[in-house]
């Protein structure tokens, strides 16, 4: 095990200046420490942040003025609950105005006010990427609940987004032409598993820091409430699934230190023709708002 120190810190350190956990695990002695370090314990992301592991530069952000937003909410049958969500249109643009749409999928936690890290939708369709505007695009995010967008019993948000969402969005003239999928973590993995299992209706996907196990037992263990069942992972397995995407352009962005990192290296094997970039980061919003500009101009790219 490591014991190199960054500005004075080393992993044994860190351990035993934290709380909680993380000083328990100090007093275990080595073999747990050797634990957190690998991922195994939790406590991985703590040392990666006080290690340095999850520094990303960030590149400066330049916006136009951003473009209108409207939400509301409906009913939803697949999720058998009301369900609120959020139109974003680009500068220049609104309500009226037929333009191909990205959907974008929470992470675990989140909501249709907040699937991006550190921006709204209307602000990331404002974005200017490597000094130049995206073309225009609408946006649209939806509530999807907890449960890794895949269905289970008594609530499918995958039906929902399906059914119901995409037909909303396709009756204001967005999307009736060319629609893709986004997301970060959990919202990453749903982006990705939407995609195989309706490849002829999405164009392109981009997936950031997919949440990305490789077992039911994994999942289970992680989130008792990501799957209702075996038969339910293996049913919304990427990696399994992932020869559905074949043709389809997409993009997968993942951290060195993110925990979920050998999912989405499993899935970028099963799938050789996506863009992928596995950099230095963590599970963390730094390297989730590093990587939007570029999975953004990725979506244009095959959108517009």
Not at 142 to 154: F, K, R, V
Not at 249 to 258: E, I, Y
Request: hydrophobic share 45%.
């Amino acid at each position: 095990m490591s014991t190199s120190a960054r500005g004075g810190w080393t992993r044994r350190r860190v351990l035993a200046a934290g709380g909680g956990g993380l000083a328990a695990l100090a007093v275990a002695g080595a073999g747990a420490l050797d634990l957190v370090s690998r991922g195994v314990l939790p406590g991985q992301q703590t040392l990666d942040r006080l290690d340095g592991a999850c520094s990303v530069p960030s590149p400066p952000m330049i916006f136009s003025a951003p473009g209108p937003a409207v939400s509301g909410r409906f009913f939803s049958r697949a999720r058998r609950r009301v369900v609120g969500y959020t139109i974003a249109y680009p500068p220049g643009h609104g309500p009226g105005s037929r333009l191909p749409l990205i959907v974008v999928l929470h992470p675990y936690g989140g909501d249709h006010r907040h699937p991006l890290a550190g921006m709204s939708l209307s602000q990331a369709l404002a974005l200017h990427v490597n000094g130049a505007r995206l073309p225009p695009m609408a946006m649209v995010s939806a509530d999807g609940g907890g449960g890794y967008w895949n269905p289970h019993p008594g609530d499918d948000p995958m039906g929902m987004v399906i059914g119901e969402l995409i037909p909303l969005c396709q009756r204001k003239e967005l999307g009736r032409g060319a629609v893709a999928t986004m997301g970060i973590s959990m919202g990453g993995y749903g982006a990705i598993l939407l995609a195989e299992k309706y490849p002829r209706l999405f164009t392109a996907v981009a997936a950031i820091s997919p949440a990305i196990w490789t077992s039911y037992g994994q999942a289970r263990a992680a989130n008792s409430g990501a799957y209702a069942s075996a038969a339910a992972f293996t049913a919304a397995d990427v990696v399994t699934h992932a020869t559905a995407l074949a043709g389809m352009p997409v993009r997968l962005a993942s951290g060195l230190s993110d925990p979920f990192r050998p999912g989405a290296q499993a899935f970028a094997l099963a799938l050789p023709g996506a863009v992928v970039d596995i950099s230095h980061g963590c599970h963390s919003a730094p390297f989730f708002t590093t990587q939007q500009p570029p999975s953004l101009a990725f979506l244009a790219r095959h959108l517009t």
